[in-house]
């Protein structure tokens, strides 16, 4: 436990954090991968490349220093890392690596006259507490997954059953598990992890379930990324038939249970997670505002069978924005979605339950927008399909 000192001594090195800990993250990672070679497959590469996960862990990092004292302050943040942990099968002994790299980081980059022994060790139990704190609540996880009805733990074989072409850039995989059990059920929302080995490399993805539970098989829909070694590898080498290795869904970005009005706003393939929302609110009668945007009508995947929903549920009504096009595609607007048309396509009443996802752009102007149209923030809900970040 951290004693008053040390508990001193981490909060000491918030600013330090607050203008160098994306340099500290970036050297952290890459001792870890150079050094580890085992926790590779944990990391999407591209998001190193980008600077996108070392920024998270800064983000994370800041966050745990500052609220040291309560760490209830850190929000939903835990809950992610958490979720996301899970979905790529974090185990206990892969956090002494993370510790012994985080430390030497600390001593690197920030020198031995800054990062002397007795900071050195603060951040020791500092992590520790962090790490105990961790993989409790993933071994509940772990253990509530193995429990469930149609549950499991670690990978588990599903054979590609349908392979589905749902628009240029985006295909469906239809997942059923070979040993022919139940599957069970996920929460609309979350995501699964999927376990592959490409070119001789152990890989590990998220992938969120764009379908509700059926109890049988589970779809995830992959939009094809330029230079993506997974995506490519799915929609290139992967056909009916062929087995994967599935983790149990996870994520914290869930359809909670309520009676106020539902918006669902998704980007490009963030439309993913929002059909098995869809899916499972239209079991209510609860009013439904379903809004996605897409580049043009060749990459709008899924529309088809929105339209056929809207057509039977009276509850339901839908709006399209194409970035290009025209009137003629059938989009109800053309060009960005901004806080002018979202107020349009939005209830009247603005005491709503909103989600949204999709490019990280497109999630801060709609979370700006639905502020300032008056959502109350605590009804509005968001998830990234990379590391947890920030929309600030």
């Not at 429990?147 to 469906?172: D, H, L, N, P, Y």
């Not at 376990?195 to 379908?211: D, F, P, T």
């Not at 439904?288 to 009508?297: D, G, L, P």
């Not at 396509?345 to 709609?366: C, E, H, N, S």
Request: charged share 20%; proline share 5%.
């Amino acid at each position: 436990m951290l004693n008053d000192s040390q508990r001193t001594i981490v909060k000491s090195t918030v600013p330090l954090l607050e203008s160098g800990g994306e340099a500290l993250t970036t050297h952290f990672y890459r001792i870890m991968l150079a050094e580890y070679p085992e926790v590779r497959p944990l990391f999407n590469q591209a998001h190193q490349a980008s600077g996108e996960q070392p920024r998270a862990l800064a983000n994370g990092v800041l966050m745990y220093a500052r609220h040291i004292d309560k760490l209830e302050g850190m929000g939903n943040l835990p809950a992610q890392i958490i979720a996301k942990h899970v979905s790529l099968q974090i185990q206990p002994e892969h956090y002494p690596i993370v510790g012994t790299c985080l430390l030497r980081a600390i001593r690197e980059v920030l020198g031995a006259d800054i990062a002397t022994d007795e900071v050195i060790a603060a951040w020791g139990v500092a992590y520790q507490q962090l790490a105990d704190i961790l993989i409790a609540a993933e071994e509940q996880v772990y253990a509530a997954n193995a429990a469930a009805s149609g549950g499991w733990r670690g990978a588990r074989e599903f054979r590609v059953a349908r392979k589905v072409v749902e628009s240029s850039e985006i295909t469906s995989f239809y997942l059923t598990p070979v040993d022919g059990g139940a599957v069970m059920a996920h929460q609309p929302g979350q995501y699964i992890g999927l376990h592959l080995n490409i070119n001789g490399e152990e890989v590990r993805r998220n992938y969120s379930l764009s379908a509700a539970p059926s109890g049988c098989d589970l779809r995830i829909s992959v939009k094809r990324e330029s230079g993506g070694v997974v995506s490519n590898h799915l929609h290139d080498n992967v056909s009916e038939n062929d087995v994967l290795g599935v983790f149990p869904p996870s994520g914290a970005f869930t359809l909670q249970e309520s009676d106020k009005p539902l918006v669902l706003i998704s980007g490009g393939v963030g439309i993913t997670p929002t059909l098995a929302m869809l899916s499972e609110a239209l079991k209510t009668q609860r009013p439904i505002h379903f809004i996605h945007c897409a580049r043009n009508k060749t990459v709008h995947a899924f529309r088809d069978s929105v339209d056929a929903l809207a057509a039977h549920h009276p509850q339901l009504k839908r709006f399209y924005c194409y970035d290009q096009g025209s009137s003629s595609d059938g989009a109800d607007a053309t060009g960005f979605l901004n806080q002018e048309r979202l107020a349009q396509w939005l209830p009247q009443t603005r005491d709503v339950d909103a989600y949204f996802l999709g490019p990280k752009p497109f999630m801060a102007l709609i979370k700006r927008s639905l502020h300032a149209l008056g959502v109350p923030e605590a009804q509005t809900r968001y998830e990234f399909f990379g590391p947890a970040s920030t929309l600030n």
